[in-house]
């Protein structure tokens, strides 16, 4: 069964610290709960990155296809240490680690099942950001939508030392220039890493489960100062399959982490069990 955390284990290898991983972390919930009760859906969360916990419970729970990209938390009021003591006691002078500080997080809507219109899903999401931003958990989030209608929820602030909110430029707002020529998907997102690294000297790393879709398909997409979120929704739409991106961004090293995987759905499998299928979107 996938985990909403699945990503962040990319994150704590690639700083090398699973080493230093805390064993004494807070009793996280595995997943986000959903819960029905007549018209009202009530979806409960308890993740280092909760917003994104409850998020990736709606994907599966009702197929939708909506990305994620974490706000850029630094400070000790978004991040806290997650050093495991013996391994502080061995290494005592050696930089830690840490992870985003959320933790619990319940959210109540309709359930979208009930409401009629094509705007339920981003109802549902601007209620569950709302709800999200009223709380003391890490970051603030806006929900963006493009010409197409596909949705990824963003965020717009952190806290910085003095505790004090501060607004963020998201990193896939950054207009970056890409000649326009035929090139595998996987040439093309590698080719908006490097242009955001030279524009803004942040690293982007790609996370993926198989990366054979985005080597064999092909598309010309390029163009001059263009949002980078646009550009990368163009390459992965141009695999005709529905992809969403997850973007995580590790402090420790820093660096940012994308995570690519296919919108599904999870649904009984006829004999007591669940089973993931591809969203029909």
Do not use: C
């Given at each position: 069964?996938?985990?909403?955390?699945?990503?962040?284990?990319?994150?704590?290898?690639?700083?090398?610290?699973?080493?230093?991983q805390s064993t004494t972390r807070p009793?996280?919930?595995?997943?986000?709960?959903?819960?029905?009760?007549?018209p009202v859906v009530t979806v409960t969360a308890n993740d280092s990155l909760p917003l994104f916990q409850a998020i990736?419970?709606?994907?599966?729970?009702?197929?939708?296809?909506?990305?994620?990209?974490?706000?850029?938390?630094?400070?000790?009021?978004?991040?806290?240490?997650?050093?495991?003591?013996?391994?502080?006691?061995?290494?005592?002078?050696?930089?830690?680690?840490?992870?985003?500080?959320?933790?619990?997080?319940?959210?109540?809507?309709?359930?979208?099942?009930?409401?009629?219109?094509?705007?339920?899903?981003?109802?549902?999401?601007?209620?569950?950001?709302?709800?999200?931003?009223?709380t003391k958990n890490p970051g603030r989030y806006a929900l963006r939508e493009d010409s197409e209608g596909k949705l990824a929820v963003v965020g717009t602030a952190v806290r910085g030392e003095t505790g004090a909110l501060e607004d963020v430029r998201p990193l896939l707002d950054t207009q970056v220039t890409l000649d326009k020529m035929p090139r595998s998907v996987y040439d093309t997102i590698k080719s908006i890493f490097a242009a955001l690294q030279s524009s803004t000297g942040s690293e982007v790393l790609l996370a993926a489960a198989s990366t054979s879709l985005f080597r064999t398909t092909r598309a010309e997409i390029g163009g001059e100062r263009v949002p980078a979120r646009d550009l990368l929704k163009r390459a992965?739409?141009?695999?005709?399959?529905?992809?969403?991106?997850?973007?995580?961004?590790?402090?420790?090293?820093?660096?940012?982490?994308?995570?690519?995987?296919?919108?599904?759905?999870?649904?009984?499998?006829g004999l007591g069990g669940r089973r993931l299928t591809p969203a029909g979107r």
């Open positions: 069964m996938p985990k909403s955390v699945h990503t962040l284990a990319v994150l704590a290898l690639l700083g090398g610290s699973m080493a230093g009793k996280f919930l595995d997943r986000a709960r959903v819960q029905h009760s007549g990736f419970a709606l994907r599966l729970e009702y197929g939708w296809q909506v990305s994620w990209e974490s706000a850029p938390g630094y400070s000790h009021f978004d991040v806290v240490d997650d050093t495991g003591p013996k391994w502080r006691a061995a290494h005592p002078e050696a930089k830690g680690v840490t992870r985003p500080s959320g933790g619990a997080f319940t959210a109540t809507f309709l359930d979208p099942v009930e409401t009629s219109g094509a705007d339920a899903e981003r109802l549902v999401l601007s209620k569950l950001i709302d709800e999200y931003n009223a992965l739409a141009s695999t005709g399959q529905p992809i969403q991106y997850d973007l995580f961004f590790n402090p420790d090293v820093p660096v940012y982490i994308l995570s690519l995987s296919p919108a599904m759905k999870e649904e009984s499998d």
